[in-house]
């Protein structure tokens, strides 16, 4: 079982920045990702990693303005937003898999953090 706890979110104004943090309660070497969701909406992938963070892939959406990493000897991974938009307003979900093939499926992800509020005012 592995815990996660995102952290970092908040209220920015547009094309401003935040990172976001997910710390894992155990060492976990898995695929690791994030993920979005607006009321009245299915939740969305963002961006995803592989074990080592020599792989990384991102939401159209998002490429180019957000960068995922992680620190596996801190057990946390990282999603830093940079000229955030008002329509990255969300609630944003750290989750891990229980491989290592990345991938940007939201079944895949078997554990999942309580969520972090990003507000991007206009």
């Known amino acids: 079982q592995v815990q996660l706890v995102e952290s970092g979110g908040g209220l920015v104004q547009a094309g401003g920045s935040l990172r976001l943090s997910c710390g894992a309660s155990?060492?976990?070497?898995?695929?690791m990702g994030w993920f979005r969701q607006v009321p009245g909406k299915e939740r969305e992938f963002v961006a995803a990693i592989n074990w080592n963070g020599s792989i990384t892939k991102y939401a159209d959406s998002v490429k180019g303005r957000f960068t995922i990493s992680r620190d596996n000897a801190k057990n946390t991974m990282y999603l830093q937003m940079n000229s955030l938009k008002p329509e990255d307003t969300a609630i944003y979900y750290c989750a891990v898999t229980k491989g290592l093939v990345l991938t940007t499926t939201r079944d895949d992800y078997t554990y999942w953090g309580q969520g972090t509020q990003v507000t991007v005012s206009s």
């Open positions: 155990g060492r976990t070497l898995n695929v």
